[in-house]
C-alpha cells in the first residue's frame, strides 16, 4: 500500500502564505500524477493543482498567479506554495497520487487525509 501524508496547514491572515507539503511511503515503482484538491464545508471536493513526474503542472483558475505546485521525486513529496491567501480558500486540502506498485504496475489513485487551512479576514 502506500500512504500520503499532509503538512504544513493551519491559520493565517489574508494576503499572507502557506506551504504544504504531502509525502507519500510505501513501496512505490512511480508516480505519475501528484496533485493538490481543497474541500470546504457544503462544497464539492475540487481541483486545486497537479503536476507530472516531468514538471508538467494544471492550475485552477482560482490558483493561477497565487499558489505553485512543485514536487521532489526522489523524495516522492508534493508541495503547493500558497500566497495571497484569502478568506475563500479555507478548506481541508488533500493531496493525492497515482502510484504503481508491485501490486498494480498500471498505477492505483491514492489520497491522503488532509490538512485544515483557516485563512482570517
Known amino acids: 500500500q502506500v500512504q500520503l501524508v499532509e503538512s504544513g496547514g493551519g491559520l493565517v491572515q489574508a494576503g499572507g502564505s502557506l506551504r504544504l507539503s504531502c509525502a507519500a511511503s510505501g513501496s512505490i515503482f512511480s508516480i505519475n500524477v501528484m496533485g493538490w484538491y481543497h474541500q470546504a464545508p457544503g462544497h464539492q471536493r475540487e481541483l486545486v493543482a497537479t503536476?507530472?513526474?516531468?514538471?508538467?503542472?494544471n492550475y485552477a483558475d482560482s490558483a493561477k498567479g497565487r499558489f505553485t505546485i512543485s514536487r521532489d521525486n526522489a523524495k516522492n513529496t508534493v508541495y503547493l506554495q500558497m500566497n495571497s491567501l484569502k478568506p475563500d480558500d479555507t478548506a481541508v486540502y488533500y493531496c493525492?497520487?497515482?502510484?504503481?506498485?508491485?501490486?498494480?504496475?498500471?498505477?492505483?489513485?491514492?489520497w491522503g487525509k488532509g490538512t485544515l487551512v483557516t485563512v482570517s479576514a
Open positions: 503536476i507530472t513526474s516531468g514538471g508538467s503542472t
Open positions: 493525492n497520487a497515482n502510484a504503481a506498485t508491485e501490486m498494480d504496475l498500471y498505477g492505483i489513485l491514492y
